[in-house]
């Protein structure tokens, strides 16, 4: 099977924008311990990024409204919850706990999530392969919630991972259900940002301890800037892109590569060295989220195509 520059280009262009959304991704992780070693508390992070997303989606909402698949209001309002505001309490929550290179925890936790439900609700057919990723996937975590490394200083680290697979559930539920409600990925953002503005900044403003007053506008604008508008926004249509360009098996091969890159940010970064067990745990996890999500094959069917 001969490739013409036109499909060389398109890959070349497919694997930019996923490098992009791949250093974004990872980027969030190292962002938010940056919060956390400056005067911003959880709170603070998540006002701020969803002030600035749910400003930026009005428009669409707008446009298109909050209601999302059968449910209607409720529908927008059930996504919210798995992955606006309440989603990052949590998933933002656990960075102050456990070091960045953990977060590896949430996309294992999204696989295990997605795949046993094909299997259990959807009768999806597992092959071996994917068996075999689902308990590799399994033992790296446990490596990982197991480390106890010079990067992994507080004692407490165990609730940063509680709160990382807690995290894992919410998107892995968002995900099945915009599958399942076949949503538009920048509608279901944009529903998401705008109802966590709406329902998240009173409670913050009113309610909530923070941490901002003692803050420089600097880290407030950076966390806004890169929470709501990097993250949030720009990540989704590079991610999209990626998957117009390669294909969503052969884009969804590379999302897991984004703890180890994160590992490797940390670092120089935030001087968070991880240990043996926990780099064993991280790429561990990398080999069975690769094999459990189909990557592995679908990449051993590409290799075949290219070399017939």
């Known amino acids: ?21 791949i250093l974004i991704w990872a980027g969030w992780a190292i962002s938010n311990r940056i919060g956390f ?77 997605t795949v046993t439900i094909g299997i259990l609700v959807l009768k999806e057919r597992n092959s071996p392969l994917r068996w075999v990723g689902l308990a590799v996937v399994l033992l790296g975590v446990g490596c990982i919630m197991l480390s106890k490394s010079p990067a992994d200083m507080a004692q407490d680290a165990w609730i940063g991972h509680v709160l990382f697979l807690c995290a894992g559930v919410g998107w892995g539920t968002y995900t099945l259900l915009s599958r399942a409600w076949r949503v538009a990925p920048l509608h279901g953002v944009s529903v998401v940002s705008v109802l966590s503005l709406v329902t998240y900044l009173p409670v913050y403003l009113f309610l909530l301890p923070k941490g901002i007053a003692q803050a420089s506008w600097q880290e407030v604008a ?52 991880p240990g043996p067990l926990e780099w064993t745990g991280i ?5 069975g989220v690769l094999a459990a999500s189909g990557s592995l094959e679908q990449l051993w069917r590409k290799k075949k195509l290219v070399i017939t």
């Open 222 to 273: 950076w966390q806004g800037f890169y929470q709501g508008l990097v993250t949030s926004i720009i990540a989704l249509i590079t991610y999209m892109r990626a998957i117009a360009l390669l294909g969503a098996s052969s884009a969804g091969a590379c999302v897991p590569t984004a703890p180890v890159v994160v590992a490797l940010l940390a670092i120089p970064i935030l001087g968070e060295v």
């Open 283 to 287: 790429l561990t996890v990398l080999a």
């Open 1 to 21: 099977m001969h490739h013409t520059s036109e499909d060389r280009t398109a890959f070349l262009k497919g694997m930019g924008y996923m490098l992009i959304t």
């Open 37 to 113: 070693h400056g005067h911003l508390n959880t709170y603070d992070i998540v006002a701020a990024r969803m002030a600035v997303a749910g400003v930026l989606c009005v428009p669409w909402v707008w446009k298109y409204g909050l209601k999302v698949g059968p449910l209607g209001y409720g529908g927008g309002v059930i996504l919210m919850i798995v992955a606006g505001a309440p989603y990052c309490l949590v998933a933002i929550g656990g960075f102050s706990f456990a070091p960045a290179a953990h977060v590896g925890i949430i996309n294992a936790t999204i696989i295990l999530l």
